[in-house]
C-alpha cells in the first residue's frame, strides 16, 4: 500500500515479514469512521506502526474491530474527533462498554474483551501525545490501570491432561505426518500454530547437553528458543525424516521448512494455519464427534504449567503477552 492511499476508507495491508512462509494479506475497513477528522486520527495511528513494523497487520486490524465501539461512543456524543474528550466522557465509555452487545455472539462483551478495547483507547491516545503534546492532556482521561488482574486464565477454560492423551492416541491413526507429530509438538511446547508451522529442520539445536526448540515468535518478531524434552526431540526428528522425500521437489527457498505436504495437484507447499485447524477438525470428529483445537492444547499445558507451579512470568515468556485473547483464550 502506498502512502498516498492512507485516506482511502478501505486498506489491503501486506504481512512484509521475511520470517514467515505465507505472503497474507488483511483488509482494515474504515467506513465506520463517520468524521473525516477522526479517521484521519485512527489512520495516521495505524499507517505509523505498520510503516514501522512495531504492529503486525493481524494486530491492526483487530485494534481497528475494536476502535469501532469507541467511534460509536464518540458518534452518540456528538464528537468528531479525539481531541474532544472531557474527563466525564473518559469515565462514561466504561459504563458504555458495559452495555455493549458482541455482534457475533450476541451476548454482552466479556470483561477481557472490554479490557482490549480499552487499551486499544489508551494506545491511541497515547501515541498522539507522543506525536502532538497538545493530545497529552485528554490522554491522561485513560488511565492504564482500570482493568486489573482479569488476565488470569480461569480454571474452566481448560482441557483435561486426559482429554490431551485421548486426542493424542486417536493421532495414532492419521496418516498425515504433519498432523500427527505436530500435535504432540504443540502439546508440549504450546507454540502459536504460526510459530509452529514456520520451524526448521535445524529447529532442535543442542545448548550445554540440554535440548533447545529454536522458533521464530510471531507475535513479538523476534528469534526465540525454549528447553524441550525427549518427546519433542522425537517428534521433530521423525517429522523430518517423513517429509525428507518431499525436499528435492519442493521449491529452494521452503526445502528447510519442517512441515510440507502435498497438494493433489502434486505442488509442494507449507500448511498454513487454517490447513492445520481443518486437519484437527477432521480427524477429532471423524473418532470422536468432539473437536480438539491448538488453542485447547495449549490450554491444558499452560494449566498443567500452572499446577507445577511455574513461574508465572515464564508462562507469559512461552505464549508471549498478554495470555489472553478477545474470546478469554490465550493468544
Not at 101 to 106: A, E, R
Not at 149 to 164: A, D, F
Amino acid at each position: 500500500m502506498r502512502r498516498d492511499n492512507i485516506r482511502d476508507c478501505l486498506w489491503v495491508l501486506t504481512e512484509a515479514n521475511e520470517h514467515s512462509p505465507w505472503e497474507r494479506k488483511y483488509r482494515l475497513d474504515f467506513s465506520y469512521i463517520r468524521s473525516d477528522r477522526m479517521r484521519e486520527e485512527i489512520q495516521d495511528y495505524m499507517w505509523y506502526h505498520y510503516r514501522n513494523g512495531s504492529k503486525v497487520p493481524a494486530t491492526l486490524r483487530q485494534e481497528n474491530s475494536w476502535l469501532k465501539y469507541y467511534e460509536a461512543y464518540l458518534n452518540s456524543r456528538e464528537m468528531d474527533s479525539l481531541f474532544q474528550i472531557r474527563r466525564e466522557d473518559a469515565e462514561g465509555f466504561l459504563t458504555f462498554l458495559r452495555t455493549c452487545v458482541s455482534k457475533k455472539t450476541k451476548q454482552p462483551l466479556c470483561l477481557i474483551t472490554q479490557k482490549h478495547i480499552y487499551d486499544t483507547v489508551c494506545s491511541l491516545y497515547r501515541w498522539h501525545a507522543v506525536q502532538q503534546p497538545a493530545y497529552l492532556t485528554v490522554a491522561q482521561f485513560f488511565p492504564g490501570n482500570v482493568y486489573q488482574r482479569i488476565n488470569r486464565i480461569p480454571r474452566t477454560e481448560y482441557v483435561s491432561q486426559r482429554e490431551v492423551t485421548q486426542f493424542l492416541q486417536l493421532m495414532k491413526k492419521t496418516k498425515n505426518p504433519c498432523l500427527y507429530y505436530g500435535s504432540r509438538i504443540l502439546s508440549v511446547t504450546g507454540l502459536a500454530l504460526s510459530d509452529l508451522l514456520n520451524l526448521q529442520t535445524d529447529c532442535i539445536r543442542i545448548h550445554e547437553q540440554v535440548p533447545y526448540l529454536h522458533y521464530y515468535h510471531h507475535r513479538r518478531q523476534i528469534d526465540c528458543m525454549i528447553p524441550v524434552g525427549q518427546e519433542c526431540v522425537r517428534a521433530v526428528q521423525k517429522l523430518k525424516i517423513c517429509t525428507d522425500p518431499l525436499r528435492p521437489i519442493a521449491p529452494k527457498e521452503k526445502q528447510k521448512q519442517l512441515f510440507l505436504c502435498k497438494k493433489s495437484q502434486g505442488q509442494v507447499i507449507i500448511p498454513d494455519p487454517d490447513q492445520f485447524r481443518y486437519w484437527m477438525r477432521c480427524a477429532y470428529n471423524a473418532a470422536s464427534g468432539h473437536a480438539m483445537t491448538a488453542t485447547k492444547l495449549r490450554h491444558a499445558l499452560i494449566w498443567d504449567m500452572q499446577e507445577q507451579l511455574i513461574p508465572y512470568m515464564v508462562i507469559q515468556e512461552l505464549v508471549g503477552r498478554p495470555l489472553l485473547t478477545e474470546r478469554g483464550s490465550i493468544a
